[in-house]
C-alpha cells in the first residue's frame, strides 16, 4: 500500500511559474558501464497514448532528455507494431502488458456492443463493469472485468507474491489495462479533483498529497510554453469547421482542467506521482522485482484536439522528452536497478485540412452517410423497415451489428443492402463478415506483411465483436466534417499511420542497436519476462523474446 508521502512530492514539489514541469535542465545520462547480468530490480513500463513511430522519427534528432537517452543508449525498435485493425487506446494498451493480441485480450475497441445488455444503448465501455446496479454507458464503474488474460504484473505475482505492481495513467483504460485485476495499486486521472481508482479504493495519504499538489496547480494560470526551434516551421493556422489549430502554446486560466489535461502539465503531474509512489513503496528495492506502469495520456488528447504536426503536439513532445529526462534522473539518484520499456497504444493521423495545405490535397473527412445512424436509416428505409433501427455502431467505421429483433428474412435483407451501400461507397475501402474473419487463421510472420483480413483478425472476439467491420480507404479521416468540431484528427484505422509506434528499451549498462524490421507490442512481455526469469508458455500468449543483447548472446536464450 502507498503508506508514507513522499517528503514534498519529489519531482513536482517546486510550483514553477510557467507549468507543472518535473524538467529543468537536461542531466546527462549515466555514463556505459558493464551489462548487467542479474534481473533488474524494477520494471518501468511506459506508454504514451497515440505517440506513433512517424511522430517519434519527426523529432529524434531534437531529443535531450529522456527519449535522448532510450534512443541513444537502448535497444531501438523503431518499427514497431500495434498490429491489429482497432488502433485504439483500450485494445492497444491490452497489448503491451499481456502478450497478447485483442482477439486474446477481448479488448477489440474503446467500446463495443452487447445487444442482450439491459441498457437502453447497448454500448460496453472496455474497462467496465456493466453488471454494477446503477450504471450506464455514459456513468460507468471501472473495472477490469473485460480483460481476459493475465498482465506481466499478474504472472510475476502468481511467480512470488512479494510482487508489487502499480499502475498510474491519465486514463483509466490505460491504468487497467496494464495494470490488470491483481494489481496492488491503480490510479488515474479522474477530473479536477485528481487521480482516483476503483470504487471504495480508499485514497492513501502520498495520492491525496498528489492530489494537493495538482490542486494547487492547477489553481494557477499557464501563460503557455516558449516555442522550441524545431516548432517555428509548424507555426500557422488551420481552420477545421468551426476550429482553428496549429499555433497554440498550452495557455490557460487559472482552474481550467480542461486545458490542464490536454497539455503536458498533464504527463508532469502523472510521472511526478509515478517517481513518489516508486519512493514511497520502495519499488524496487527489496529482494524480488516490482514493476510500474505508466500511461502518459497528453500525446493522444492533443493529438485529438489540434492534430499532429501543429506548434500544439511538436511542443507536447518536447515536453515529453524533458519530463522523462528528469524521471529517470530521479531513478538514477534512488540508486535503482530499472529496465525501461517505451511503446505507445496506437499511432495517429493528423487532420485532413493541414495535410490538404501540405502536399496531399487527397486527405478528406469521412462521408456523413457512413456513420451508423445515417446507414441505419438508409438501409431501413429501403428495405421497408422505416423508422426502426436496424444498424448499431459506434463511428463510421468499425464493427456494426445488426438489430437482434429481426426476423431472419428482414435480417438476409438488411445484411445484403448494407454490403451493397458501404461496396458502393468510394471512402470504403473493405467490408468483411464476422464469418470471413473466423475463418482466418490468427496472423503470423511479419507485422509489416499481413492483410487486411488478417489485421481484422487479430482484433476479433467472436463473442464481442460486430457482424460486420467496415474498413475506411487511407487518408479518409473517421471524424466527418461538421459545423461545430469537437476532435478534428483521430487515430482506429488499420494503416500503418496507427499501426506503428516506437518500442525502446533501456537499462544502464547494456549496449545500444537498433532493428529497423517491424515488430510487435506483444512481444514486449515474453522479452521482459525472459530478463526475470519468468517462465511463459509460449501458447499462452502471441508475441515472442526479442534479444536484447546486442551481438554475440541472447537475453532469450533458455528462458
Known amino acids: ?50 505517440f506513433s513511430a512517424d511522430l ?19 535497444a531501438v525498435f523503431p518499427r514497431g507494431y500495434q498490429s491489429h485493425a482497432a488502433t485504439e487506446t483500450c485494445p492497444g494498451h491490452s497489448t503491451i502488458l499481456t ?34 446496479p446503477g450504471t450506464n454507458s455514459d456513468k460507468y464503474e471501472a473495472s477490469p472485468l473485460h480483460l481476459k488474460v493475465p498482465t506481466l504484473g499478474g504472472r510475476m505475482k502468481i511467480a512470488n507474491p512479494a510482487t508489487r505492481v502499480v499502475s498510474v495513467a491519465g486514463k483509466d483504460r490505460a491504468a487497467i489495462m496494464m495494470g490488470g ?26 495520492v491525496a498529497k498528489v492530489n494537493a499538489v495538482m490542486a494547487q496547480r492547477l489553481a494557477q494560470p499557464n501563460p503557455g510554453f516558449e516555442l522550441p526551434a524545431q516548432c517555428v516551421s509548424k507555426d ?16 490557460r486560466e487559472a482552474g481550467d482542467y480542461k486545458g490542464f ?43 485529438h484536439t489540434y ?67 445515417a446507414l441505419s436509416k438508409a438501409v431501413a428505409d429501403k428495405v421497408g423497415l422505416t423508422g426502426k433501427k436496424v444498424i448499431w455502431g459506434d463511428g463510421p467505421a468499425g464493427d456494426l451489428y445488426f438489430d437482434k429483433g429481426l426476423t431472419a428474412a428482414q435480417r438476409a435483407k438488411v445484411e445484403a443492402e448494407t454490403l451493397r451501400l458501404l461496396r458502393a461507397h468510394p471512402q470504403v475501402q473493405v467490408v468483411f463478415s464476422k464469418a470471413e474473419i473466423a475463418a482466418t487463421p490468427s496472423p503470423s510472420g511479419p507485422p509489416e506483411s499481413w492483410s487486411l483480413l488478417q489485421e481484422a483478425r487479430a482484433s476479433f472476439d ?73 517462465p511463459v508458455p509460449k501458447d499462452q500468449i502471441d508475441g515472442r523474446c526479442l534479444d536484447l543483447i546486442a551481438g554475440e548472446g541472447d537475453s532469450c536464450a533458455g528462458k
Open 462 to 534: 467472436a463473442e464481442r465483436s460486430g457482424d460486420l467491420l467496415l474498413l475506411l480507404k487511407p487518408r479518409v479521416m473517421s471524424i466527418p466534417e461538421q459545423a461545430v468540431m469537437g476532435a478534428v484528427a483521430t487515430h482506429g484505422s488499420p494503416w500503418d499511420t496507427d499501426r506503428r509506434v516506437p518500442i525502446l528499451f533501456w537499462r544502464k549498462g547494456m549496449q545500444h542497436f537498433e532493428q529497423p524490421l517491424g515488430v510487435e507490442t506483444v512481444d514486449i512481455l515474453p522479452s521482459l519476462a525472459a530478463l526475470i526469469g519468468l
Open 181 to 206: 485485476p491483481t494489481a496492488d495499486q491503480a490510479w488515474w486521472l479522474g477530473g479536477p479533483q485528481g487521480y482516483v481508482s476503483y470504487k471504495g479504493v480508499a485514497t492513501p495519504p502520498l
Open 99 to 132: 502478450g497478447s493480441r485483442p482477439s486474446r485480450t477481448g479488448i477489440i475497441a474503446n467500446n463495443w456492443f452487447d445487444l442482450n445488455a439491459k441498457r437502453e444503448d447497448k454500448s460496453i465501455y472496455c474497462a467496465e463493469d456493466e453488471n454494477q
Open 56 to 74: 517519434f522519427s519527426e523529432y529524434r534528432q531534437y531529443y535531450t532528455g529522456g527519449l535522448q537517452r532510450l534512443t541513444s543508449q537502448g
Open 307 to 373: 492534430g499532429t504536426e501543429g506548434t500544439e503536439s511538436c511542443i507536447q513532445v518536447d515536453r515529453l522528452d524533458r519530463e522523462l529526462g528528469a524521471f529517470f534522473d530521479r531513478l538514477d539518484k534512488d540508486g535503482i536497478d530499472y529496465v525501461v520499456v517505451l511503446t505507445a497504444d496506437h499511432g495517429g493521423h493528423d487532420l485532413p485540412e493541414r495535410h490538404q495545405l501540405n502536399a496531399m490535397p487527397m486527405e478528406q473527412r469521412v462521408d456523413m452517410a457512413l456513420t451508423p445512424k
Open 261 to 303: 489535461r490536454i497539455s503536458p502539465e498533464q504527463d508532469a503531474m502523472t510521472l511526478a506521482f509515478a517517481a513518489a509512489a516508486i519512493e514511497s513503496m520502495q519499488l524496487g528495492k527489496q529482494a524480488q522485482t516490482d514493476i510500474i506502469s505508466i500511461g502518459l495520456s497528453a500525446t493522444d488528447y492533443v493529438g
Open 236 to 251: 500557422f493556422a488551420v481552420k477545421a469547421g468551426n476550429r482553428t489549430v496549429g499555433t497554440g502554446r498550452f495557455a
Open 1 to 50: 500500500m502507498l503508506k508514507r508521502c513522499a517528503a514534498a512530492l519529489l519531482l513536482a514539489s517546486a510550483l514553477v511559474p510557467v507549468a507543472p514541469s518535473l524538467a529543468q535542465a537536461p542531466t546527462p545520462a549515466p555514463a556505459a558501464t558493464a551489462a548487467p547480468t542479474t534481473p533488474p530490480k524494477l520494471i518501468v513500463a511506459i506508454s504514451v497514448d497515440q
